[in-house]
């Protein structure tokens, strides 16, 4: 299903920037478990509590080895203020990969605002989350489905019950989504958006 949202951004934006932007977006959150406000901002004005583009860092030869990483500091649920690591790593096995979506989205972003957020728009103005939510709800109803059983956070919904059919233990899922607790329980679907 996430596969069949990310090919309808070809349709639903309105420019090759925004579908570029949108990929990487819907890949990273479903991938790395975001939350929306994790990654859009609330208001045009609260960029500074959103993942920044000086928090991604590619390693060396990134497009050959495969691996980007990203550091986070502030958490929803964080109580030991230590900065956690999330790690993307090439899927070529995958007809959509979130570190070859991320590193085309930062070909056309550019480095030349490395201090603003990550994803943003070419006049450097952050996603929110409102626009975040207008796009997606574009391409459910682009893709016929029923915009009132999804939302933002059926990506992360769909991060945890996909790991979860993959068989990966309660302490993985708990780590890889940043839960303190077994929480994450609750969002075990049978129904959820599958990806990969």
């Known amino acids: 299903m996430l596969h069949e949202l990310i090919s309808s951004l070809g349709h639903t934006t309105g420019s090759a920037y925004q579908c570029t932007l949108y990929t990487a977006m819907f890949l990273i959150a479903f991938s790395s478990f975001f939350r929306v406000g994790e990654i859009a901002a609330r208001t045009k004005g609260s960029v500074h509590s959103i993942l920044q583009f000086s928090q991604l860092q590619f390693l060396p030869n990134a497009h050959e080895s495969g691996m980007a990483k990203i550091t986070i500091s ?70 016929g489905l029923n915009v009132a059983h999804y939302k933002s956070h059926s990506l992360r919904i769909g991060a945890a019950s996909h790991t979860a059919e993959m068989g990966f233990t309660d302490a993985q899922i708990t780590t890889l989504g940043r839960w303190k607790s077994d929480a994450f329980r609750l969002y075990i679907r049978n129904d959820s958006l599958h990806a990969n």
Do not use: W
């Open 74 to 143: 502030e958490l929803k649920h964080n109580t030991s203020n230590r900065p956690f690591e999330i790690i993307i790593q090439r899927e070529d096995s995958q007809p959509f990969c979130p570190l070859n979506a991320l590193i085309q989205y930062c070909m056309v972003r550019g480095s030349g605002s490395g201090n603003g957020p990550l994803f943003g728009f070419p006049d450097a103005s952050p996603v929110t989350v409102g626009q975040f939510n207008t796009e997606l709800h574009r391409c459910l109803i682009f893709c």
